[in-house]
C-alpha cells in the first residue's frame, strides 16, 4: 500500500482502487470536519458532502508533492462541494416556494369564467399566433401542469432549452398585455 501522499496520489491517478480505498479511510475524518466547519450543518447533509468532495477527488486526482499540499487541495474541493450543496438546496427552496406561491395565487385567483372575456379572448389570439411546438409547451406547462423535465423528456429538449422558451414567451406576452393595458 502506499505510504506516502506522493506514492498515493499517483496511484489513484493510476486508477488503483485499493489507493482510492485507502484514501477514503485516510482522509474521511478530515474531510468531514471540514464539510461540518463550513456548513454547520446536520451529519446527512455533511456526508452527502464529502461524497461529492470524494468523487471529484477520484476523477480529478493528480500525484502531488507533500502531505500539506494534499490537505489543502482536499480542503479546497471539501469547501466547494460543500459550497455547491448549499446553493443548490437554496435554488430547490425557491423554487418550491415559487411553485407554492403560486398554486396559492391560482386557488385565490377568479376563475376563468368570471375573468373579463375580453382579456381571454385576446390571450386566446396571442396563443394561436404562437409557434405550435411553444403553444404546446404552455399548455403542458400551465393547464396539464408537467414539470419542466417532463416537457424536457415528452419534446427531446433540455429542460434549460424548456424553460428559456417559455420564460422569452411569458415575457413576451407580458409585454404586449401591458401595451393593450397602456391603450
Known amino acids: 500500500m502506499p505510504e506516502s501522499a506522493q506514492e498515493l496520489t499517483a496511484a489513484m491517478a493510476a486508477g488503483d482502487r485499493r489507493a482510492v480505498e485507502q484514501f477514503y479511510r485516510q482522509y474521511f475524518d478530515l474531510m468531514y470536519s471540514l464539510a461540518y466547519s463550513v456548513t454547520g450543518r446536520d451529519e446527512a447533509f455533511c456526508l452527502d458532502v464529502v461524497q461529492d468532495a470524494v468523487l471529484r477527488v477520484v476523477r480529478t486526482v493528480r500525484r502531488v508533492e507533500s502531505e500539506a499540499q494534499l490537505a489543502a487541495w482536499l480542503r479546497l474541493v471539501t469547501q466547494t462541494a ?6 443548490s438546496e437554496s435554488r430547490r427552496r425557491r423554487r418550491e416556494t415559487l411553485v407554492a406561491v403560486a398554486a396559492n395565487a391560482a386557488e385565490s385567483s377568479p376563475a376563468p369564467d368570471e375573468t373579463d372575456p375580453e382579456r381571454l379572448r385576446w390571450l386566446r389570439i396571442q396563443l394561436d399566433s404562437l409557434d405550435p411546438q411553444i403553444a404546446r409547451m404552455i399548455e403542458m406547462r400551465y393547464q396539464r ?4 423535465a417532463r416537457m424536457a423528456a415528452a419534446l427531446g429538449l433540455s429542460i434549460g432549452t424548456v424553460d428559456g422558451r417559455l420564460r422569452r414567451v411569458l415575457a413576451e406576452l407580458r409585454t404586449r ?3 393593450l393595458n397602456d391603450e
Do not use: E, I, P, V
Request: hydrophobic share 40%.
Open 145 to 148: 401542469r408537467w414539470t419542466l
Open 82 to 87: 460543500a459550497y455547491d450543496r448549499l446553493k
Open 177 to 179: 398585455a401591458k401595451g
